[in-house]
């Protein structure tokens, strides 16, 4: 998110915020700068194949020795004491994460072009960084509801027993929709993102991936390779958007080995700045003068 070059502080509010988001995509669609993208590209492939070829052997193993008799040590579907398990589980279901990313991204837009000089440029940083998380969800998320329909793997006891190989492929219906985990796929490229942007916030990310995962397997919604299949989708699917932005000198940064780190960010001090600048104009006359 950037603010539009050479727009004069007289334009009016809607000019200035179809400039915003015009000047936005063009930076986000924009052919790749980086001089060391090739280097990036090939780092993250390394890993992003490394990392599949090792999940891959844990997903075939987790089908033919631990699903079926994992979720045969689970709670019937339905049971009425787990409500909290189904509360703390949405926090990982994409359409809730995914609306309350772009909430947030539609609030920064709109507030961005009410503001100029520095509270602009923080508030670009952030929204930046917003749109990040935001793609770097709903690209892996979109991908793996395309290889739900095509899988078509039955949900845990879907036909009255535990067949981890119950399959109805191209089925697009919500009982053959059990592989990959969609809440795994986006608790994991969030979790991914994040800790891309924060470092420091990994492990707590970490945990609550682990969280999420769990309480699909408790909820009888998938099996235990449901749930590492998604982590997988959401976390390569978060490193391929992470090279576009790294590619394209937004947000992040590469090193000379191909290694992608994010920029410095606004501060939580830069970000009140920001809201005292945007909320100034409403303030009554003699709390300006404070």
């Known amino acids: 998110m950037t603010a539009p070059a050479g727009l004069e502080a007289t334009s009016s509010y809607p000019v200035r915020l179809l400039a915003t988001l015009g000047q936005t995509w063009r930076r986000l669609t924009r052919t790749p700068s980086h001089s060391r993208r090739a280097e990036a590209a090939r780092r993250s492939s390394r890993h992003a194949l490394a990392i599949t070829a090792v999940i891959a052997m844990v997903i075939v193993a987790l089908m033919f020795m631990l699903d079926a008799s994992v979720i045969q040590l689970m709670p019937p579907r339905g049971t009425k004491s787990l409500w909290p398990v189904r509360i703390i589980s949405d926090f990982g279901k994409s359409e809730y994460v995914l609306w309350t990313l772009l909430a947030t991204l539609a609030i920064t837009a709109l507030t961005l072009p ?51 190989f119950n399959y109805s492929h191209f089925a697009w219906t919500e009982a053959y929709a059990s592989f990959p985990s969609g809440h795994a796929m986006t608790s994991a490229a969030l979790a991914f993102a ?16 682990i969280v999420i995962l769990a309480t699909r397997l408790v909820l009888l919604a998938h099996h235990p390779s449901d749930v590492v299949a998604g982590a997988l989708v959401g976390v390569v699917g978060a490193m391929a958007v992470r090279h576009w932005f790294a590619a394209r000198r937004l947000v992040f940064t590469i090193a000379a080995d191909g290694t992608v780190s994010a920029l410095p960010g606004p501060s939580a001090a830069d970000l009140k700045k920001v809201a005292r600048a945007a909320f100034a104009p409403y303030e009554a006359p003699s709390a300006r003068r404070l």
Do not use: E, Q
Request: net charge positive; aromatic share 14%; hydrophobic share 50%.
């Open 114 to 164: 009410r503001l100029y000089g520095r509270p602009r440029a923080i508030l670009i940083g952030w929204g930046d960084r917003l749109l990040f998380l935001f793609i770097a969800v709903a690209v892996p998320v979109l991908v793996g509801d395309v290889i739900k329909g095509v899988v078509g793997r039955g949900r845990p006891f879907v036909g009255g027993h535990a067949n981890p």
């Open 194 to 209: 994040v800790a891309s942007l924060w470092p420091r916030l990994r492990w707590w990310m970490t945990g609550y991936v």
